[in-house]
């Protein structure tokens, strides 16, 4: 499985960005799909995810009500809706795909909120 991540960027707090992540290859089995970030001398925490079956969702306390994850399984693609971005949610953010219990990685996209 290959993941390919994009919308990352600049933006003041307060305001919005929308994080993509497309899978491609072997995605048949796939289970979920979810977001990861680190920040600077942080560890990587999981940020939320959606699984395929029933399209349920886990978000970390520190964004819900400001995230939205959702997919379009026909492409193969999660997105990261983002509102109301804080200074805090700075960091690079990472795609993963989970198969079994094995976790495929993309490769990050950097998300920068001004304070």
């Known amino acids: 499985v290959q993941l390919q991540a994009s919308g990352g960027g600049l933006v003041q707090a307060g305001g919005s960005l929308r994080l993509f992540c497309a899978a491609s290859g072997r995605t048949f089995g796939m289970n979920s799909m979810g977001w990861y970030r680190q920040a600077p001398g942080k560890e990587r925490d999981l940020v939320a995810r959606?699984?395929?079956?029933?399209?349920?969702?886990y978000y970390a306390d520190s964004v819900k009500g400001r995230f939205t994850i959702s997919r379009d399984g026909a492409k193969n693609t999660v997105y990261l809706q983002m509102n109301s971005l804080k200074p805090e949610d700075t960091a690079v953010y990472y795609c993963?795909?989970?198969?079994?219990?094995?976790?495929?990685w993309g490769q990050g996209t950097q998300v920068t909120v001004s304070s």
């Open positions: 993963t795909a989970r198969e079994g219990s094995y976790e495929y």
């Open positions: 959606i699984w395929w079956s029933g399209s349920s969702t």
